[in-house]
């Protein structure tokens, strides 16, 4: 019997709730630091990850509201700069910006 994967389930575990538009999915929000300018400046490099297709047609300076991360830390309005498909397209990855 193959191995089938609950996409769904494993993102309400460890998740936010993100929003585009009308549609809501939960997603994966990572915000690790990156350096740049030859490492003299360190900046978050704030990205979502979620099931391919859940958020429609998202795209550059697309908006999209996060909430639900611990504290409220993260939570806010971010535009989006690049999303990519993931490895065998079933997930995207949405890099950030804030708004």
Do not use: C, H, N, W
Request: overall charge negative; glycine content about 10%.
């Amino acid at each position: 019997m193959p191995f089938v994967e609950d996409l769904p389930a494993f993102f309400l575990d460890f998740g936010v709730m993100v929003t585009a538009g009308s549609l809501s999915t939960p997603a994966i929000f990572d915000a690790p630091d990156d350096s740049v300018l030859g490492e003299r400046v360190v900046s978050a490099q704030y990205s979502i990850t979620f099931v391919a297709g859940k958020l429609g047609a998202l795209g550059y300076l697309s908006t999209v509201e996060v909430s639900g991360s611990p504290e409220g830390q993260f939570d806010g309005t971010y535009r989006v700069r690049v999303v990519t498909s993931i490895e065998d397209g079933r997930l995207q990855r949405a890099t950030l910006e804030v708004q």
